[in-house]
């Protein structure tokens, strides 16, 4: 079965610090994607990026940066010089394909308080 | 995530009433999921709906929800006598045009008092 795991149930940094958000996954299939969704106390859901399980090219967007790495099956998302409208829940999701769609399995959330 | 539109953005309803949540796709998407998102959790899949056809289920409580996605109209997801463990976030997504990005809405936060 599909898994994903956020260990870090909250973190809270100082603005201007990094901060490094885990994800680990389980999946036995080959392909696959990921995703990394932020959701601000508004509460709706804010796309943040996705990433096939063929390409693990680390992609940079910005102050945010994702390091996608199979063999330890883990996809980490990292904050440069954070900032206080950083401050969110963020989820890490797995997707579960079907019939050439796909529902998503997401992780518990991480929820990110950035101080300043 | 703009284009998919679900309303109400919030619903209370009384123990054993009905609530009726509706989502209307971003346009030329054909295909709608559901998901829940209990307080202080992350979002579960509840089910995967294309016009007409329910996909995928699984992830539907046996009793008092039902959902739809009808040929003219939004999709709607149906929870019959509601109950206080019912009070939650409703997320929709829409998917479609060849990409694998699921679009989401705003969400319907359910308040059952």
């Known amino acids: 079965a599909q898994k994903v795991t956020q260990a870090q149930t909250e973190i809270s940094v100082v603005e201007k610090e990094d901060v490094t958000l885990d994800c680990v996954y389980e999946?036995?299939?080959?392909?696959?994607?990921l995703f990394w969704y932020k959701q601000p106390p508004s509460g709706e859901l804010v796309f943040l990026i996705r990433r096939n399980s063929f390409d693990e090219q680390n992609e940079i967007s910005g102050r945010y940066s994702w390091n996608f790495q199979k063999s330890t099956s883990s996809f980490n998302f990292t904050i440069t010089a954070s900032q206080v409208v950083d401050s969110a829940v963020y989820f890490c999701?797995?997707?579960?394909?079907?019939?050439?769609?796909?529902?998503?399995?997401f992780g518990q959330g991480t929820r990110l308080t950035i101080n300043p | 995530n703009a284009g998919v539109m679900q309303n109400p953005r919030h619903l209370v309803r009384r123990r054993g009433q009905e609530a009726r949540l509706r989502c209307s796709p971003m346009k030329g998407h054909s295909h709608v999921y559901w998901y829940r998102q209990l307080p202080e959790e992350g979002l579960k899949f509840m089910v995967y709906?294309?016009?007409?056809?329910?996909?995928?289920e699984s992830g539907m409580p046996k009793e008092r929800f039902s959902a739809e996605f009808p040929k003219e109209g939004p999709s709607i997801l149906r929870i019959q006598q509601v109950v206080r463990g019912d009070s939650a976030a409703y997320f929709c997504a829409s998917y479609g045009g060849g990409s694998y990005e699921q679009y989401f809405g705003p969400g319907t936060r359910l308040t059952v008092t």
């Open positions: 999701a797995l997707s579960d394909l079907i019939q050439g769609a796909q529902k998503l399995v």
């Open positions: 999946t036995r299939d080959t392909t696959y994607y």
């Open positions: 709906l294309q016009k007409e056809n329910i996909i995928d």
